[in-house]
């Protein structure tokens, strides 16, 4: 094929996808792929979640800040006054830290997924990540920490992927 034939040869492809896809549309019969948004995705994580966090997601919000070295997790009561959010913030977090510390990150996995950004190689982490538990008021924090590059992004993508899931639960 000769350089004058592309434009033409570009502009047949393109009429025969638009076509396509305009008798796919018009066929009632053709099944229909589902597809999730946003919403139906935080939805079903707040479905999980609530299977493997005992506290009230819409009585408590999660921050993610990322560092240098890894990251914070905080979880606090909206009231800090509602003593019942905060001991089941400071319980359930406080046994996922011993959990973490070990490589065993199947709760997050279980709300979010086993292909969540960063689970498997958290998961891997053998012991070089540092991961700390402090009663705050309103709730509690988990502090991650590490010199590994690989460790420290795979740390970012987790805390990014459960902003994303959290919506409005959730906070940067």
Known sequence: MNRSDRPHRALLLAA???AALTGACADDSA?????ATTS???ADVAERGA????FDLERTTH???KSDTGGVQTVVADDPRDTTQVTLVQHHLSSEVERFRRGDFSDPARIHG????GLATLRAHGGRITITYEAVPGGARVTYATNDAALRDALH???DAQVSDHGSHATR
Do not use: C, K, L, Y
């Not at 086993?114 to 950004?117: D, F, L």
């Open 16 to 18: 025969i996808a638009a």
């Open 31 to 35: 099944p229909s792929i589902p597809t």
């Open 40 to 42: 139906d995705r935080q």
């Open 51 to 54: 299977s493997v966090m005992p």
């Open 63 to 65: 921050r993610f800040t």
């Open 114 to 117: 086993v292909e969540m950004p």
């Open 157 to 159: 993508h987790w805390f």
